[in-house]
């Protein structure tokens, strides 16, 4: 059994994952590697998915990609970091979860979407059941699918397992920010899960870590900024694109996205869906037209969502609001 150890690791800004990889991919908890677990859906739904009756997976981060597209890109570049043939990513919903589109396949990872066994089982209990699959030193790569990432996928999970010379590796690996809030991702290894009741809900933050921590060893990482935005109500949604599609501009260092003292008032993105009816008279500023949604001649719609069957009417302003299908 493990000694119990558990210890704050900082953040090397120094180290990407080109300068990590001939070392980093090689390491235990790498080569034992056996899947990218996305957790996605929670007991109760979110106002998004609720009003607009569509999995977060399924909804644009800008023209091309969704939420599930977003994922399969960044184990793609996992994949071939790793030098594997395949990666298997498992996607896990919640029990009353709606269902994302079926997604593309894509060479280098075999993805499959699950829906949690047992209902009310918990994060670290729908984790402890998951290990049942795997050998007890085999390793998972756990993330929340609501959220994206500041830094690749690769230089987190590279972060995650940078140990000192003659230490062996932690059991678990979080990487969590200053203020203690968890990013949403974490390397764990399969048998220290086996601590975990088998029956029961077993949050994985407040129960299930304390637990593995009396009798394995929990290693925290600490970025000294952010490293991910997690997406559960719209207003993280309209901050998480505004972030993307400003970052994706490729601004210099003089532009507004790198000055601390520009205006943040400029919009950085629309989204129209095919499907979606946009008057050409209507202005979007920092905002998604879902498929079946419609806006008229004159609306101006500003950091919100128009979900299936919502009507923006002319010349009506509107502004950090989810506006869905009135008749349900």
């Given amino acids: 059994m493990s000694a119990i150890r558990q210890e704050i690791v900082p953040w090397s800004v120094t180290s990407g994952t080109a300068a990590l990889a001939p070392a980093i991919s090689a390491v235990e908890p790498l080569t034992r590697l056996k899947a990218l ?16 009756q569509r999995s977060l997976l399924d909804f644009p981060i800008d023209a091309d990609h969704t939420f599930l597209k977003y994922w399969q890109n960044q184990a793609v570049e996992l994949a071939r970091w790793l030098a594997r043939q395949r990666l298997r990513v498992r996607v896990l919903l919640a029990r009353h979860s709606l269902k994302p589109r ?18 009310y089982r918990g994060i670290g209990g729908v984790l402890r059941d998951l290990a ?8 998972l790569l756990v993330a929340s ?21 003659g230490e062996r590796s932690p059991d678990v690996s979080i990487i969590s920010h200053r203020d203690g809030t968890p990013c949403g991702l974490m390397l764990v ?13 077993v949050d994985m933050k407040e129960q299930a870590l304390p637990m593995i921590a009396k009798r394995h060893r929990v290693r925290v990482v600490c970025p000294p ?28 260092s003089q532009s507004t996205y790198n000055n601390p003292f520009a205006e943040d008032w400029q919009p950085a993105f629309r989204i129209v869906e095919n499907g979606a009816v946009l008057s050409p008279h209507a202005r979007l500023h920092d905002s998604v037209a879902l498929r079946g949604a419609r806006v008229e001649r004159g609306a101006v719609v500003v950091r919100s969502v128009i979900g299936p069957g919502g009507v923006v009417a002319a010349g009506q302003v509107i502004c950090e609001q989810l506006v869905g299908d009135s008749r349900t």
Avoid at 37 to 47: A, F, I, M, Q
Avoid at 236 to 251: G, K, Q, T
Wanted: proline share 6%; with cysteine.
């Fill in 37 to 52: 677990v996305l957790l996605s859906g929670s007991v109760r739904p979110s106002v998004l998915s609720s009003t607009t």
């Fill in 225 to 252: 900024q952010v490293s991910a935005i997690p997406v559960r109500t719209l207003s993280d949604y309209i901050n998480a694109l505004r972030w993307r599609h400003r970052s994706m501009a490729a601004f210099d």
């Fill in 189 to 201: 290894r399969c048998g220290a899960l086996c601590c975990i009741p088998q029956i029961g809900y």
């Fill in 102 to 119: 079926r997604p593309e396949k894509m060479h280098g990872i075999s993805l499959r979407i699950e829906r949690d066994p047992v209902e």
């Fill in 145 to 165: 699918a609501a959220q994206l990432l500041l830094s690749p996928l690769t230089d987190l999970t590279a972060q995650l397992c940078v140990r000192r010379a």
């Fill in 132 to 139: 049942g699959d795997y050998e007890q030193d085999d390793y």
